[in-house]
């Protein structure tokens, strides 16, 4: 549930940059490219925070540790 936050969290804060960025410059706002902005920065934020708080399998987390071993050991697996 924390990425659904997280990612609405992020999509609203580049809504309001870009909201401030355009009244700072004293330009109109498009609403198309508001949400654009918006959609692509929720996506960014969800999609990262998904993937950092994401637990591996245990196969793969024992496979990943078993091949780095055998890496920093020198015992190639042909």
Do not use: H
């Not at 992020?10 to 309001?16: F, G, K, R, V, Y």
């Not at 245990?58 to 890496?71: D, G, N, S, Y």
Request: glycine share 10%; with cysteine.
């Amino acid at each position: 549930m924390l990425p659904i936050y997280i990612a609405v969290s992020c999509a609203m804060i580049c809504l309001i940059l870009y909201f401030l960025d355009r009244r700072f410059r004293g330009e109109s706002i498009d609403m198309m490219t508001g949400v654009k902005v918006f959609v692509i920065g929720g996506l960014m934020g969800g999609g990262i925070t998904y993937t950092v708080s994401a637990t591996p399998a245990p196969e793969v987390a024992k496979a990943a540790t078993e091949l780095t071993q055998e890496m920093f050991v020198g015992q190639p697996a042909f």
